[in-house]
């Protein structure tokens, strides 16, 4: 049976706290920075690390529109954190602002949606992240196979560019 591809369901356990803490995380780096030490490495780990958390452990709570839609809101969040960190010297280095990735959490989880129905056509399944040792994914169990890992390379890829390259210009 062919996955459907917007849809909404209760959020769940996982939904709730991941969105939980992400939001604890997001307040903390924003209202208590002085507390962070090394805030420049610690804004990096969060853009970088968000992008990734998305799509290899939150792949299956994305499915859901309304999930979804949360963290589209937590992508304009950033773009609110790119204007006011961007100025921030403490930030600078020699090939951009260590902010720069922030402003492309929206590219991200479109994208997410564009594979995922890509996904949905070529395979008839949904869209999960490559396995580790095991070639099970995390949430569904299913085999991953080759078009799987092709998605995975397409996103690192595209993020890698996004937030390295292009961020940095």
Same mark, same amino acid.
């Given at each position: 049976m062919t996955p459907q591809f917007f849809y909404t369901d209760k959020y769940n356990t996982w939904d709730y706290v991941t969105i939980l803490l992400y939001l604890l995380w997001t307040m903390i780096i924003y209202i208590r920075p002085e507390r962070m030490g090394n805030m420049g490495g610690w804004i990096a780990s969060y853009t970088i690390g968000t992008h990734l958390f998305l799509y290899l452990l939150n792949y299956k709570s994305l +499915?859901? /529109?309304n999930v979804w839609i949360v @963290? &589209? =809101?937590f992508s304009l969040v950033h773009i609110y954190f790119y204007q006011d960190f961007g100025a921030n010297t403490e930030f600078k280095r020699p090939n951009g602002s260590v902010t720069n990735g922030l402003q492309f959490t929206w590219v991200a989880l479109i994208l997410f949606q564009l594979l995922r #129905? &890509? !996904?949905i056509k070529t395979q008839d399944a949904d869209l999960v992240a490559p396995a580790g040792? !095991? +070639? /099970?994914? #995390? @949430?569904?169990n299913r085999r991953t196979n080759f078009i799987d890992y092709s998605l995975f390379a397409i996103y690192m890829v595209v993020m890698t *560019?996004?937030? *390295? *390259?292009? =961020?940095?210009n």
């Amino acid at each position: 049976m062919t996955p459907q591809f917007f849809y909404t369901d209760k959020y769940n356990t996982w939904d709730y706290v991941t969105i939980l803490l992400y939001l604890l995380w997001t307040m903390i780096i924003y209202i208590r920075p002085e507390r962070m030490g090394n805030m420049g490495g610690w804004i990096a780990s969060y853009t970088i690390g968000t992008h990734l958390f998305l799509y290899l452990l939150n792949y299956k709570s994305l +499915r859901k /529109f309304n999930v979804w839609i949360v @963290w &589209i =809101g937590f992508s304009l969040v950033h773009i609110y954190f790119y204007q006011d960190f961007g100025a921030n010297t403490e930030f600078k280095r020699p090939n951009g602002s260590v902010t720069n990735g922030l402003q492309f959490t929206w590219v991200a989880l479109i994208l997410f949606q564009l594979l995922r #129905l &890509i !996904s949905i056509k070529t395979q008839d399944a949904d869209l999960v992240a490559p396995a580790g040792p !095991s +070639r /099970f994914d #995390l @949430w569904d169990n299913r085999r991953t196979n080759f078009i799987d890992y092709s998605l995975f390379a397409i996103y690192m890829v595209v993020m890698t *560019v996004l937030d *390295v *390259v292009l =961020g940095n210009n």
